[in-house]
């Protein structure tokens, strides 16, 4: 008896975990993936079930209550049974061919995901779907807006998986150039042209420790257009206007180096401060008219958390089970742990979330350059365009505020 007091102990124990932070842990799955987990209390979770009146409901308790997660467990039970109409979709998305049990693990990655994400979502916040290319902004359990979105491209540039919060929006922002495309692209370019940059309307200067810094003042013609929201996170991306607006007509919508370009970001503006700061009466035309060449930050009074997801499937608000290409690879890296050794897939591996190295490029002796890594978005400016003149500006060490 006590064998099996402590056997059944150990069941409800692991039963807690997976459900409560996920049956794997998410970064053996990518090194772009970070939710602050906290593990239950064990003994608290042992009080609450010897106490229960419902064994199954309390144990149901620690799984994700979202109505998606919900979603895709009834769905994984009717794909358990007999093949449907939304089996065959996604058959169809995932090529799982006539492979009932690949249709089953694209439902079990995807509610292996809900399960890192925070229970209490907030009753104001915003969601963005990677693989739908969607961004919507949820309040008191209803979509409010939603638009089309640009994300970063599979491989290193691919957008992260995270919850934050945004804290304030910057408009007409100046985007420096990371310290890894200045190496990787401008570097080259300028050893090709010297005048490349000034044409592409860039600048180049020093910070205060004699790296090089290439910077875009704010301008129609800016990297991240005319809005910037920022939410502080160690991947260093955000959400943002662009000028590369034929790229929200494209079904594919993975071109950036990680940030996210938004399709209306005047109207994200307006409802993101509408629901923060409502007496303030933000409107798309006011929020306009704040464009210019200054920058200006406007702070949201209350905070909106922020939600980056990877939904392959979904349910969309008529109830209709929608699915998505596994752009990222995620799914298949996930199913691949969950059917790994239990004893190996749930231990987290150590992740560098944002370190800072130091490169010299290769210029000629007495013009070396430092180009050193600082805290600045992944996401870059738009191809090469025209114009003429030369502007160079040394000294200044501006960086972004976060």
């Known amino acids: 008896m006590a064998s099996d007091e402590l056997t059944l102990t150990n069941s409800v124990a692991a039963f807690v975990r997976h459900a409560s932070t996920g049956r794997i842990a998410f970064n053996r799955v990518s090194g772009s993936i970070y939710f602050d987990l906290k593990s239950p209390d064990l003994q608290q979770v042992l009080e609450k079930i010897a106490s229960s009146h419902d064994i199954a409901v309390t144990l149901d308790s620690f799984n994700p209550q979202q109505p998606q997660y919900k979603e895709l467990k009834a769905a994984l039970a009717r794909a358990r ?56 902004v949820m309040n008191n359990g209803k979509s409010v807006w939603s638009t089309r979105v640009v994300v970063g491209q599979p491989g290193k540039h691919a957008t992260p998986l995270l919850a934050e919060t945004i804290k304030y929006i910057t408009f007409n922002p100046t985007w420096n150039v990371p310290p890894s495309i200045i190496r990787n692209e401008y570097l080259p370019a300028l050893a090709r042209d010297p005048t490349v940059l000034a044409r592409m309307g860039l600048r180049i200067g020093r910070n205060s420790d004699g790296s090089i810094r290439i910077y875009q003042p704010p301008s129609e013609r800016n990297a991240l257009g005319r809005v910037r929201f920022n939410f502080p996170n160690q991947f260093l991306v955000y959400q943002h206007d662009t000028p590369d607006k034929y790229l929200f007509s494209k079904p594919l919508r993975a071109y950036s180096h990680g940030c996210m370009r938004v399709e209306y970001p ?59 290409p596994d752009i ?40 070396r350059y430092k180009v050193v890594e600082q805290p600045y978005s992944r996401d870059r400016t738009p191809n090469f365009v025209g114009g003429g003149g030369s502007s160079y500006y040394y000294g200044s060490d501006r960086r972004e505020s976060w």
Do not use: C
């Open 81 to 136: 049974k007999v093949p449907g109409v939304d089996e065959t979709k996604l058959q169809r998305a995932h090529k799982g061919g006539g492979n009932q049990s690949a249709k089953e693990d694209v439902i079990l990655a995807n509610m292996e995901r809900w399960r890192w994400i925070p229970r209490d979502l907030g009753a104001a916040y915003v969601m963005v779907n990677i693989p739908d290319y969607t961004l919507t």
């Open 328 to 367: 990222y690879g995620l799914d298949k890296n996930v199913t691949a742990l969950l059917k790994g050794e239990p004893a190996v897939a749930h231990i987290p591996v150590a992740r560098n979330y944002g370190g800072t190295r130091s490169v010299r490029t290769h210029a000629p002796a007495r013009h």
């Open 266 to 324: 005047d109207k994200y503006a307006e409802t993101l401060l509408s629901i923060s700061q409502p007496e303030e009466g933000y409107t798309a035309q006011r929020i306009r008219s704040l464009y210019g060449r200054g920058e200006r930050d406007v702070n949201l009074k209350n905070p909106i958390p922020v939600y980056l997801t990877y939904q392959t499937v979904f349910f969309d608000q008529a109830g209709q089970i929608q699915t998505r």
